[in-house]
């Protein structure tokens, strides 16, 4: 049986590639202020991965070193099993293109662009053409298809989360980072959009890796990772939002 990801060519890692891993990164600022501490971690393929922590606990220096947009200090990183902490900027951004997706609390979208050429807008900067049977899918999947002709001012803030959701999965990523995707939402969108999440990794297989500071959020990832001090200092599996209310408030007290 074939899934929707196979059906529709979602390109996805090699079982022995994890989608992302990191071997002992540290990040250290002006030479004194260590965000990361040798942070050691696998994302496997087609899993949803919530990274949570006090306010500087290293969660969104770990999501850049992470995604390539910042280079570690020292250790490595690897997406979709290639390295990547020693490859110059213009390589970087190349390969982000290919093969990680991004979505951003403030959604990031062009104004001036419709919503069609918004979710497209990552092909054409990398000059490839769209597939036209994928964005469709994309577009339909997120509840979009009446609303692609219209400017980003003229959505909700829901229908402008799912946009940039379809546009962080047009190039099919290996990857997709979400940095705090609900956190400018009111709560019934929130849900939507994490229950939209959840599909796309049950549904079409694919990796994400969300920064969340609620629970709730976290809760319905496969696993998250407790960062504090730089380090990841619990992995639970199948998490619940009380239990990783409880251990955040413990850190925060601790």
């Keep these: 049986m074939r899934t929707a990801a196979a059906e529709h060519g979602h390109r996805q890692a090699p079982a022995q590639a994890p989608a992302v891993a990191l071997e002992r990164v540290t990040k250290t600022y002006a030479g004194e202020v260590r965000a990361l501490d040798e942070v050691s971690l696998t994302v496997e393929p087609g899993t949803f991965v919530a ?5 500087g606990s290293g969660k969104s220096t770990l999501m850049h070193c992470a995604a390539g947009l910042d280079k570690p200090s020292s250790g490595s990183v690897f997406i979709d099993g290639t390295r990547i902490d020693g490859m110059n900027e213009t390589r970087r951004t190349e390969l982000r293109r290919e093969r990680v997706g991004f ?9 001036s662009l419709s919503i069609a050429d918004n979710i497209t807008l990552p092909l054409r900067l990398a000059g490839k053409a769209p597939d036209r049977d ?14 692609l002709g219209r400017r ?16 962080a999965l047009v190039t099919r990523p290996a990857v997709v980072f979400a ?19 959840r599909d796309l990794v049950e549904g079409l297989g694919q990796t994400v890796v969300m920064v969340t500071h609620d629970p709730a959020a976290a809760a319905r990832a496969d696993r998250a990772l407790v960062m504090a001090d730089g380090r990841v200092v619990d992995t639970m599996e199948s998490p619940t939002a009380a239990d990783l209310a409880h251990r955040i408030t413990t850190l925060e007290v601790g």
């Design 51 to 55: 990274v949570m922590g006090p306010s």
């Design 103 to 111: 979505i951003f609390q403030s959604y990031n979208l062009v104004p």
């Design 134 to 147: 994928w964005v469709r899918m994309l577009v339909e999947r997120v509840g979009l298809a009446e609303r």
């Design 152 to 167: 980003p001012a003229e959505l909700s803030g829901g229908q402008q989360q799912r946009a940039a959701i379809a546009r």
């Design 179 to 197: 940095d705090e995707p609900t956190g400018a939402l009111d709560l019934r969108t929130a849900r939507e959009v994490l229950a939209l999440l």
